[in-house]
C-alpha cells in the first residue's frame, strides 16, 4: 500500500527540469464541464431565499462572482478552487429538517438549488450503507471528484488537486455550520465502491469523503434503492461529440489509495471566536489574491491566524500534518523557517520561498508562505486535512483584511530539502498585503 501511494506522489512531483520539458498545453477554447445537471424532471428546492438551511448550503458552494473574458465567462464559488476547474461534487441526505422533504439530494451549483433525487419515507436512509450504527436528523454530505474538470489542465497531478480542493470543500461546510450552529464531524472510513456504485456514477467520478452536520440517535433505517441515471458531468462538447480523456494513473492512485491504515480518530471539536455576521461576510467575499504589496503583517494577526489552523478538526482518521512556514514580513517575529511555531532556521528566505512556488512572485513577495507536508499513509485522508488547513487559511487571513492564495505547484523535492525532511508536501500557500 505505502510502495503504491509514495509511487504515485513520486511520479507527480515537480522539478526545475520537469516543469521546462514537460509543460501543461490546454485548449482553452473547450473547458471541461463545470456543473452537473440532473434533468429538468427532477424537484428543485431554490436556496435564495430567508431560510436559514438554505443559506447554511448555498455557503457551501454557491455562485458570488463572475467574470467575463472575450471568449469565456467564469463563475466564482465561495470556496477556492485550482484553476477555477471546481473538480467536486456535493451530495447530501437531510431528515428532518425545515424547508426539506426527507430525502437524497444533489447540490445543484449552477440553480443554486437543491435537486431532489429521492424522496424517503421514514423507515428509510442511507446510514447503513455508510456503515454508521445510528441515525442522523439533519444533513449528510458525500463529497465525490470529477476528475476530468482537473485533469484537463493538470494532467496526472490532478488527483492532488481533487483532494485539496475536496478538502476546501469540507472547510466550506465547517465554516457554515459554525455559522449556523450546526454539528460537524468528518467521516473517511466508509465503502466508497459501494457509495460509488449506490450513485450510479462510472470511472469519471468517484467519492473520497462524508460530513456529518445533524444529530445523531439511536435507531437504524432500512436501505433503499436510489434508481438515477449515470450523469456526465465533465465532459465538454465539440458539435455534437463528447470529449473525455481516461487517466489510468488518477484513477488506479484513487483505487490504491482506499484503504486506510491505522486510523486514529479526533473526537475535539474547533473553537472559533469570529463575530459571525464579520464571517459570512468574509465568506462570501473570499478572493485569491494575484499579488503581494512586500507589506509587512503584525505578529497578533499572524498568532490569530495560525491559532485558527491548529484547532482540531473532528474526524474519524485524523492524520499528522507538520506546517512549514517562512516568515518574510511579520512585525515582532525573526525571519527565518519554522515548524508548527518553532524557528528551525535564520535567514532571510523570503527569495528562496518564491522559486520553490515555481518561481511565482506570490511566494516571494508574502508576509508568510506556507509548506504543509506529511508522512502519513493515508492519502486521501491527509491531503483533504491539508485542504481543510488551506480553507481555514484562507477565512482566517481574509477575516483579517489579509490576503491569501494557495499554491498547488511547487518544486517538491526541493521543499523537502530546504525543511529538512524527507516527507510529501501537499499544499503551498502564501499571506499578506
Not at 439530494?105 to 423507515?123: C, F, G, I, P, R
Not at 471566536?273 to 485569491?288: G, P
Not at 481555514?392 to 521543499?415: F, H, K, M, P, T
Request: charged share 25%; glycine share 6%.
Amino acid at each position: 500500500m505505502l510502495i503504491n501511494l509514495n509511487k504515485y506522489h513520486q511520479n507527480t512531483k515537480h522539478s526545475y527540469m520537469s516543469i521546462r520539458t514537460n509543460p501543461n498545453r490546454v485548449d482553452w477554447n473547450n473547458p471541461p464541464n463545470k456543473f452537473k445537471n440532473y434533468s429538468k424532471d427532477y424537484k428543485r428546492v431554490q436556496l435564495l431565499s430567508e431560510n436559514p438551511n438554505y443559506n447554511f448550503l448555498y455557503l457551501l458552494a454557491g455562485i458570488s462572482a463572475k467574470k467575463t473574458y472575450p471568449n469565456a465567462e467564469y463563475y466564482l464559488r465561495v470556496n477556492p478552487s485550482a484553476g477555477a476547474l471546481y473538480p467536486n461534487e456535493i451530495y447530501f441526505q437531510v431528515r428532518n429538517t425545515d424547508g426539506f422533504e426527507d430525502g437524497i439530494y444533489h447540490l445543484e451549483v449552477a440553480s443554486s438549488s437543491a435537486v431532489l433525487l429521492k424522496k424517503l419515507e421514514d423507515t428509510e436512509g442511507i446510514e447503513n450503507l455508510l456503515g454508521l450504527d445510528c441515525s442522523v436528523d439533519g444533513f449528510i454530505f458525500f463529497i465525490s471528484s470529477l476528475y476530468f474538470r482537473s485533469s484537463w489542465k493538470y494532467k496526472n497531478r490532478a488527483f492532488r488537486y481533487c483532494l485539496l480542493d475536496a478538502g476546501h470543500y469540507i472547510g466550506s461546510i465547517e465554516a457554515s455550520a459554525y455559522l449556523f450552529d450546526k454539528n460537524f464531524e468528518i467521516v473517511y472510513d466508509f465503502s466508497k465502491e459501494k457509495l460509488n456504485e449506490f450513485f450510479s456514477f462510472d470511472e469519471k467520478e468517484f467519492f473520497t469523503s462524508i460530513v456529518i452536520c445533524g444529530n445523531k440517535k439511536d435507531s437504524k433505517k432500512d436501505p433503499f434503492l436510489l434508481d438515477i441515471p449515470t450523469l456526465d458531468g465533465s465532459s465538454y462538447e465539440k458539435g455534437a461529440i463528447s470529449f473525455f480523456y481516461a487517466n489510468e494513473m488518477v484513477e488506479g492512485a484513487y483505487k490504491e489509495t482506499l484503504q486506510i491504515i491505522n486510523k486514529k480518530p479526533q473526537e475535539n471539536k474547533a473553537i472559533f471566536n469570529f463575530q459571525k455576521n464579520r464571517f459570512q461576510d468574509t465568506i462570501f467575499q473570499r478572493r485569491s489574491i494575484r499579488e503581494f504589496s512586500n507589506q509587512s503583517i503584525s505578529k497578533v494577526q499572524f498568532e490569530s491566524i495560525f491559532n485558527i489552523l491548529n484547532q482540531a478538526i473532528t474526524s474519524d482518521c485524523d492524520e499528522n500534518i507538520d506546517i512549514f512556514y517562512t516568515i518574510n514580513r511579520v512585525e515582532g517575529l525573526a525571519i527565518g523557517l519554522y515548524k508548527n511555531g518553532e524557528l528551525i532556521k535564520n535567514g532571510d528566505f523570503c527569495t528562496k520561498a518564491g522559486y520553490l512556488c515555481l518561481e511565482q512572485d506570490l511566494g516571494k513577495s508574502s508576509a508568510v508562505t506556507f509548506f504543509l507536508g506529511s508522512t502519513s499513509s493515508n492519502y486521501q485522508e491527509v491531503y483533504q486535512k491539508a485542504g481543510i488547513i488551506g480553507h481555514r487559511l484562507y477565512l482566517a487571513s481574509n477575516y483579517l483584511g489579509i490576503g491569501c492564495s494557495g499554491i498547488g505547484a511547487y518544486y517538491d523535492d526541493e521543499v523537502c530539502e530546504f525543511v529538512g525532511e524527507t516527507s510529501m508536501i501537499l499544499y503551498a500557500l502564501a499571506i499578506g498585503n
